[in-house]
T-cell receptor, first 113, second 111 residues
């Protein structure tokens, strides 16, 4: 597609439920990244996929968080047993993996009530 | 370790120049980026600079890099009210690697 697409754009969930967030990267982009942005704060790195290499999961805050990517296509970020502190905007980005610009999606705003 | 620091707020008058500063700690940083985030919107890449450069200019934007001091700045000439946004500095260690972001500088442009 023309840009990075994320869905849903907004998600309200009850504490303790699982949620899945989806990211469609730009076609042909080998690298895909997930970030979290809490209200009024900067971006916190979560996980990074590059081609067929093992993902860099060093930013995942707990074992309730996981992400998958099939090949160089769609990625899903799953948060199990959501907590109120998980409320944030979850941003996905993709790049050609060569150090140039990273293109961000508009994000999914997750609210845990 | 990886750490990127920015001042949180900057206020300027329309028509003045704005200078947003950023410091980073990772001497292995190879690419340094500036992103703009308008209210309720995603991040827009403004410009980036490779670590073997010390300056890059793109229309009203000038990026200066002092690698010795690990200091990056973004100068916006003739600042307009439409430039009001949060500006994020970010660095990556290698090509296509993860970005480490600063906490963002909120630029307020007063008419």
């Amino acid at each position: 597609g023309a840009g990075v697409s994320q869905s849903p754009s907004n998600k309200v969930t009850e504490k303790g439920k699982d949620v899945e967030l989806r990211c469609d990267p730009i076609s042909g982009h080998t690298a895909l990244y997930w970030y979290r942005q809490r209200l009024g704060q900067g971006l916190e790195f979560l996980i990074y996929f590059q081609g067929n290499s093992a993902p860099d999961k060093s930013g995942l805050p707990s074992d309730r968080f996981s992400a998958e990517r099939t090949g160089e296509s769609v990625s899903t970020l799953t948060i199990q047993r959501t907590q109120q502190e998980d409320s944030a905007v979850y941003l996905c980005a993709s790049s050609e993996g060569t150090g140039g610009g990273y293109t961000f999606g508009s994000g999914t705003r997750l609210t845990v009530v | 370790g990886e750490d990127v620091e920015q001042s949180l707020f900057l206020s300027v008058r329309e028509g003045d120049s704005s200078v947003i500063n950023c410091t980073y700690t990772d001497s292995s940083s190879t690419y340094l980026y500036w992103y703009k985030q308008e209210p309720g919107a995603g991040l827009q890449l403004l410009t980036y600079i490779f670590s073997n450069m010390d300056m890059k200019q793109d229309q009203r934007l000038t990026v200066l890099l002092n690698k010795k001091d690990k200091h990056l700045s973004l100068r916006i000439a003739d600042t307009q009210t439409g430039d009001s946004a949060i500006y994020f500095c970010a660095e990556s260690r290698n090509q296509g690697g993860k970005l480490i972001f600063g906490q963002g500088t909120e630029l307020s442009v007063k008419p």
